[in-house]
């Protein structure tokens, strides 16, 4: 009993001290937040119109106000931000654990009574927060937005709000352990920040963040589409754009099939080699990938252990 005390001691200081050098580093903090901050940015300022004239060309026949339009696009944008926040903060946080290798910290953890265990769940612990945290900031932001320029219909229920916290909750979940595994190989700060630069363009348009996982050639999106990132941003879509498309105005003046093909074209509904993912296969599938990148995390750790 007494072990397990101060396992759970150490854990929590250890989570403790991670989480005070991810806040006090603004550096990492703004590299965090930038991704989502211009995809809002360049949105508001051009892609907004692009993506209106876009569809306004493709279906002249929508029955829709420009205002309801926007609505769909703004929905789109949004879970596009999430899902994008969830993984670069994801990322970032990870490197406490980079600087800790890179400068031998972590080998004076090690000559501690600390056990690499604990060391590792704080790490991850931490991470888990931060991401959370950040996310859930970026949903409360967006859904103020969709609300100033939509109006009332995205205030969510409570129980749609618990729905979002699981789904924040499993998201953030996997965009860690994920991003842990990946991040196992690298041990120096300059290199993980080289691959932080090219996985954060990237996985913009792999996740549809961007512009609609659609657009990309068909091989390329099927592939997009089973990263675990895409399906956790495919899950905030049905939320937020659900709002709009369960309204009235939608469900009374627009065709079902023009629904479809709206829904088809801003990724609410997901493919992978045509076969169409319902909600509840995309979280079977969260669930899934995360406990194979944590048996993935443990082995590479004890291979990494025992070589060393």
């Known amino acids: ?17 991670n989480m005070l050098i991810f806040f006090k580093n603004k550096t990492t903090i703004f590299f965090s937040l930038i991704a989502p901050i211009l995809i809002l940015v360049i949105y508001i300022l051009f892609l907004g119109d692009m993506q209106l004239n876009l569809v306004l060309e493709s279906y002249p026949e929508l029955n829709l106000t420009t205002s309801e339009i926007r ?21 970032n946080s990870m490197f406490i654990a980079i600087s800790d290798r890179e400068k ?12 690499s265990v604990n060391l590792t769940l704080s790490y991850f612990i931490s991470a888990f927060i931060i991401t959370f945290i950040l996310a859930t900031s970026f949903i409360i932001i967006g859904n103020v937005y969709l609300i100033i320029t939509n109006g009332s219909m995205f205030v969510f229920s409570f129980g749609e709000s618990l ?3 699981g789904l924040l909750i499993i998201a953030s979940l996997s965009s860690v352990i994920t991003l842990m595994f990946i991040t196992l190989f690298f041990n120096k700060t300059s290199t993980a920040a080289s691959f932080t630069g ?21 091989n390329v999106a099927n592939f997009a589409n089973l990263l675990p990132g895409s399906q956790a941003t495919a899950l905030f879509r049905n939320v937020f754009m659900n709002k709009i498309f369960n309204s009235p105005e939608i469900l009374n003046n627009v065709d079902t099939s023009l629904i479809n093909n709206l829904k088809d074209q801003f990724g609410f509904n997901l493919y992978v080699f045509n076969y169409e993912l319902k909600p509840y296969l995309m979280i079977i599938y969260l669930i899934v990938t995360t406990i194979i ?9 004890k291979y990494k252990k025992d070589r060393n």
């Open 163 to 165: 729905k979002i916290i």
């Open 104 to 115: 031998n910290i972590i080998h004076d953890f090690k000559a501690s009574p600390v056990k």
């Open 198 to 218: 090219i996985f954060t363009a990237l996985i913009g348009f792999l996740i549809g963040a961007y512009l609609p996982v659609s657009f990309l050639p068909k």
């Open 71 to 91: 609505g769909i696009i703004n929905a789109w944008v949004i879970s596009g931000i999430v899902g994008i926040s969830l993984l670069t903060v994801a990322l």
């Open 1 to 17: 009993m007494e072990k397990f005390k101060d396992s759970i001691y150490n854990i929590s200081q250890l989570t403790k001290r």
């Open 293 to 301: 990148f944590f048996l993935l995390n443990v082995v590479v750790s």
